[in-house]
Antibody, heavy 120, light 108 residues
């Protein structure tokens, strides 16, 4: 079955760049679907960050767009998130997920989550 | 962006009872593109309902979604012990995708 496995550091210093990768197994990203990143500060609600298609089409939350890059590597069957100039407000659980169809869609398969703490 | 307001914040019920959760949108959601997720502590969200009333694969029929326009509900009939969790609504009718603040269903 399709599985998403996240990797990346759990601690990032203020002003530095947060980088996470989501490796997909059981399905080829090149075959379709859209792939996204979300985050959730501890005890709070979910927030969509960005979505990408295997062709490279990208969609970003406007308030984060200036600091976020989502990318895809079809040869490795993975997609990634970069968030620059992080502050304590970026401390959260980060999740990758697969949409059920299009860029504006529900998401049915999720990664295990990565807690990222921004602290010196 | 579309703001989703979920109510109540917390619902205290006993197993076997029925939970009714509300999600209200600040604007009409295109094509009723509203999803519901269940999330347990330390876990990722799990898709329950899409397009307001479509049940996702493998979801028991005690979970049912309804509503249209700006007002949506998730009903959980005959609560099972594993249903006590936080529930989130998400709209995908318009970017940016947005979520409600969540409703916690706890054991009374």
């Amino acid at each position: 079955q399709v599985q998403l496995r996240q990797s990346g550091p759990g601690l990032v210093k203020p002003s530095e760049t947060l980088s996470l990768t989501c490796s997909v197994s059981g399905y080829s990203i090149s075959s379709g679907y859209y792939w996204g990143w979300f985050r959730q500060p501890p005890g709070k609600g979910l927030e969509w960050i960005a979505t990408i298609y295997h062709s490279g089409d990208t969609y970003y939350k406007p308030s984060l767009q200036s600091r976020v890059t989502i990318s895809v590597d079809t040869s490795k069957n993975q997609f990634s998130l970069r968030l620059t100039s992080v502050t304590a407000a970026d401390t959260a659980f980060y999740f990758c997920a697969r949409s059920t169809g299009y860029y504006n869609d529900a998401f049915d398969i999720w990664g295990q989550g990565t807690m990222v703490t921004v602290s010196s | 962006e579309i703001v989703l307001t979920q109510s109540p914040g917390t619902l205290s019920l006993s197993p076997g009872e029925t939970a009714t959760l509300s999600c209200r949108a600040s604007q009409t959601i295109t094509s009723n593109y509203l999803a519901w997720y269940q999330q347990k502590p330390g876990q990722a969200p799990r898709l329950l309902v899409y397009a307001a009333s479509g049940r996702a694969t493998g979801i028991p029929d005690r979970f049912s979604g309804g509503g249209s326009g700006t007002d949506f509900t998730l009903t959980i009939s005959r609560l099972e012990p594993e249903d006590f969790a936080v529930y989130h609504c998400q709209q995908y009718g318009r970017l940016p995708l947005t979520f409600g603040g969540g409703t916690k269903v706890e054991i009374k």
